[in-house]
């Protein structure tokens, strides 16, 4: 076995995993304080990274202005779409949410084919082009320091809800909405923070991914592995959404370098039924008991 390539192509996918923990983290911020299964989070990372080419590739701004613009446009976006679609869905089944998530995800992907074309797509260059070394072991430029601006953000996100007060409100009507809002907590502006934070989360972990193999109106299926991602780790763990994201990028990197491309998502979906048989609540999700 060559041990050098088995360490290039499992950092190759710890890096990569380190962005679908930022997507998931997106995913998992929405869920735990809303309940909402949101869909729709592959396809506002496809939409920011439109957003990053249109404002880097069309309008030719400098690639470090481009890339906050499209991450608060994305944001943005998941806040327009918290106030105008979902809030009036509150207090309605939990299918009618998904499947309204699920319409607009189409939706987004419809609109990026008429105003981008459904052609691929390649995004400015913007990342360091210097190799890096750990050690004897390779690592693709684009892939390093796209791990390394999205672990900075997971940094802050984890900082910002652990002390600040919006985190703290947060977290508080993630565990109980009906006490929170008996504290004078204001619990539909919470929501909508979340969906704002998530969608924060997702569209720069969007313009990261894309900036590493290429863009197309397709691309947010990369929503289906985080999903995979959030029910291992946990919907509702944040830590869960860490882990389980670096060990889903690094099994579906090292499977399909050594499997072939076509096993990296029966792999994933491999380990997803086995968790879910041992812990239907993912590693480290809440086991909730319902009582009738």
């Not at 088995?6 to 380190?18: D, N, Q």
């Not at 998904?98 to 084919?113: D, H, K, Q, R, W």
């Not at 990261?208 to 929503?223: R, Y």
């Given at each position: 076995m060559?041990?050098i390539f088995f360490?290039?192509?499992?950092?190759a996918?710890?890096a990569m995993?380190?962005l679908?923990s930022?997507?998931?983290?997106?995913?998992?911020?929405?869920?735990?304080a809303t309940?909402?299964i949101?869909?729709?989070i592959g396809?506002?990372?496809?939409?920011?990274?439109?957003?990053?080419?249109?404002?880097?590739g069309g309008?030719?701004?400098?690639?470090?202005i481009a890339?906050?613009?499209a991450?608060i446009?994305g944001s943005l976006?998941?806040?327009?779409?918290?106030?105008?679609m979902?809030?009036?869905m509150l207090?309605?089944?939990?299918?009618?949410?998904v499947?309204?998530?699920?319409g607009?995800?189409?939706?987004?992907?419809g609109?990026?084919?008429?105003?981008?074309?459904a052609d691929p797509?390649?995004?400015?260059?913007?990342l360091?082009r210097?190799?890096?070394?750990?050690?004897?072991?390779?690592?693709?430029?684009?892939?390093a320091y796209g791990?390394?601006i999205?672990?900075?953000?997971?940094?802050i996100?984890?900082l910002y809800?652990?002390?600040?007060r919006?985190?703290?409100?947060?977290?508080?009507t993630a565990?109980?909405?009906?006490?929170a809002y008996?504290m004078?907590i204001?619990?539909?502006?919470?929501f909508?923070?979340a969906?704002?934070f998530?969608?924060?989360a997702?569209s720069?972990?969007g313009?990261l991914?894309?900036a590493?193999g290429?863009?197309?109106?397709?691309f947010?299926?990369?929503?289906l592995?985080?999903l995979v991602?959030?029910?291992?780790?946990?919907?509702d763990?944040?830590?869960?959404a860490?882990i389980?994201?670096?060990f889903?990028?690094?099994l579906?990197?090292?499977a399909?370098?050594?499997?072939g491309?076509?096993?990296r998502?029966?792999?994933t979906?491999l380990?997803?039924?086995v968790?879910l048989?041992i812990?239907?609540?993912g590693?480290?999700?809440?086991?909730?008991?319902e009582?009738v």
């Amino acid at each position: 076995m060559d041990w050098i390539f088995f360490g290039e192509i499992s950092l190759a996918g710890l890096a990569m995993g380190g962005l679908y923990s930022l997507i998931a983290l997106g995913f998992v911020i929405i869920y735990k304080a809303t309940r909402v299964i949101n869909f729709a989070i592959g396809e506002i990372m496809m939409f920011a990274a439109y957003l990053f080419l249109a404002f880097a590739g069309g309008m030719e701004l400098s690639a470090w202005i481009a890339l906050p613009l499209a991450v608060i446009g994305g944001s943005l976006l998941g806040g327009v779409i918290e106030k105008t679609m979902i809030r009036p869905m509150l207090g309605e089944s939990p299918i009618s949410v998904v499947m309204v998530t699920i319409g607009i995800a189409s939706i987004l992907v419809g609109l990026v084919e008429f105003i981008w074309t459904a052609d691929p797509q390649l995004l400015p260059s913007f990342l360091p082009r210097e190799p890096v070394f750990i050690g004897p072991l390779y690592l693709a430029p684009k892939i390093a320091y796209g791990f390394l601006i999205g672990a900075a953000l997971l940094i802050i996100y984890l900082l910002y809800f652990r002390f600040s007060r919006g985190g703290v409100a947060l977290r508080a009507t993630a565990s109980d909405q009906a006490a929170a809002y008996s504290m004078g907590i204001n619990v539909r502006r919470v929501f909508n923070m979340a969906w704002v934070f998530g969608s924060l989360a997702a569209s720069l972990a969007g313009v990261l991914v894309a900036a590493t193999g290429g863009l197309s109106p397709q691309f947010g299926i990369i929503g289906l592995s985080v999903l995979v991602v959030v029910i291992v780790g946990g919907l509702d763990s944040i830590l869960g959404a860490l882990i389980a994201g670096v060990f889903i990028g690094w099994l579906e990197t090292v499977a399909g370098a050594y499997l072939g491309g076509e096993y990296r998502m029966p792999a994933t979906f491999l380990v997803l039924a086995v968790i879910l048989v041992i812990r239907p609540y993912g590693l480290f999700g809440t086991h909730e008991i319902e009582r009738v």
